[in-house]
């Protein structure tokens, strides 16, 4: 049963350009969730998602940035336009279940430089 | 004031030492993880606790509810333990929905 696949794994863009994350959850697994690391700074939640619904984006800067998770393949979380500031590490996580406290699995993450 | 807070933010060791890392937190929680993140590395849940203690091999974690503390602790450290630590818990988000607050991470460094 393979874990939380992201990709890419590091991605480069120039400022203007647009970057889409990709995310597979773990098998069986309906919750898919989007964290962003900035450097020197803890861990940050952007949105969950459940298939084909955004439950709570509350995180999520209001401009520039989307995430969907469809019926059929993996999560995107889709940045137009980066800036220098998007420069982060991105972080997905899945679980089997409901979110009120299950156990989470993480991908590797997907580390973003923009220059 | 940040929610989750650990102590230390860094902390070295030489190799054997018993390590204790510390984390509070202000809110309400239906649970707490300890997440170990090797640098440039992906996340893994070490433990996941909504009372008592657990123990894994040389890791031990425990949480008081009441006090809203939680400490993970490494007994005959290792260099290979060298990694962040992150305590993170789920709280309610509104309605039925929780989410993650991580605190900023302790930086372990353990020296041959």
């Known amino acids: 049963n393979a874990g939380v696949m992201q990709n890419p794994r590091h991605l480069v863009r120039r400022r203007g350009q647009e970057a889409r994350l990709r995310c597979s959850p773990m098998k069986g697994h309906s919750h898919v969730y989007w964290y962003r690391q900035l450097p020197e700074e803890g861990l940050k939640f952007m949105v969950y998602l459940q298939k084909e619904n955004i439950i709570d984006e509350s995180g999520m800067p209001k401009e520039r940035f989307s995430a969907e998770f469809p019926k059929e393949g993996p999560s995107i979380l889709r940045i137009q336009q980066v800036v220098r500031g998007d420069s982060a590490a991105y972080f997905c996580?899945?679980?089997?279940?409901?979110?009120?406290?299950?156990?989470?699995?993480f991908g590797e993450g997907s580390w973003l430089t923009v220059v | 004031k940040n929610e989750v807070e650990q102590s230390p933010q860094n902390l070295t060791a030489q190799e054997g030492e018993f390590i204790t890392i510390n984390c509070s937190y202000s809110v309400g929680i239906s649970a707490l993880h300890w997440l170990q993140q090797h640098p440039g590395g992906g996340i893994v849940s070490l433990f996941m606790?909504?009372?008592g203690k657990k123990k894994h091999g040389r890791l031990i974690a425990t949480i008081n509810i009441q006090e809203k503390h939680s400490s993970l602790h490494i007994t005959a450290s290792h260099p290979r333990d060298s990694a962040v630590y992150i305590c993170?818990?789920?709280?309610?988000?509104?309605?039925?929905?929780?989410?993650?607050?991580f605190g900023k991470g302790t930086l372990l460094t353990v020296n041959p």
């Open positions: 606790l909504s009372s």
């Open positions: 993170a818990v789920w709280r309610s988000s509104g309605g039925s929905n929780y989410k993650l607050t």
């Open positions: 996580a899945s679980s089997p279940f409901f979110s009120s406290g299950n156990t989470i699995y």
